[in-house]
């Protein structure tokens, strides 16, 4: 069993900041890559940024120079610190791992459960 849990959304005005962390806990043997989607109301999710196990980082065009995802690998958590938000970056942010468990050995896609990022003045 693999848990992840994401917290740090809000209500922000435009040009605001937020830091969303993720934190993974359980069965964990390794982590191969972390990495934030968004869905906004009426979108289908699409990914924002990303982090793999050799630190390389890949963003969203829409993210770029606003974004920047980060990890702490001794704590199991990625962050996203999001700046000079827009309403348009409005949405429920997920994170998502790419973990081995210990009893498996095998690669799987785990999902936190979202938490709701609001910009609006």
């Known amino acids: 069993q693999v848990q992840l849990v994401e917290s740090g959304g809000g209500l922000v005005q435009p040009g605001g900041s937020l830091k969303l962390p993720c934190a993974a806990s359980g069965d964990i043997d390794s982590i191969y890559a972390m990495a934030w989607y968004r869905q906004a109301p009426g979108k289908q999710r699409e990914l924002v940024a990303a982090?793999?196990?050799?630190?390389?980082?890949n963003y969203a065009d829409s993210a770029k120079g606003r974004f920047t995802i980060s990890r702490d690998t001794a704590k199991n958590t990625v962050y996203l610190q999001m700046n000079s938000l827009k309403p348009e970056d409005t949405a429920v942010y997920y994170c998502?791992?790419?973990?081995?468990?210990?009893?498996?050995?095998?690669?799987?896609?785990?999902w936190g459960r979202g938490t709701q990022v609001t910009v609006s003045s």
């Open positions: 982090i793999i196990s050799g630190g390389s980082t």
């Open positions: 998502k791992f790419v973990i081995a468990t210990t009893r498996t050995r095998i690669r799987s896609d785990y």
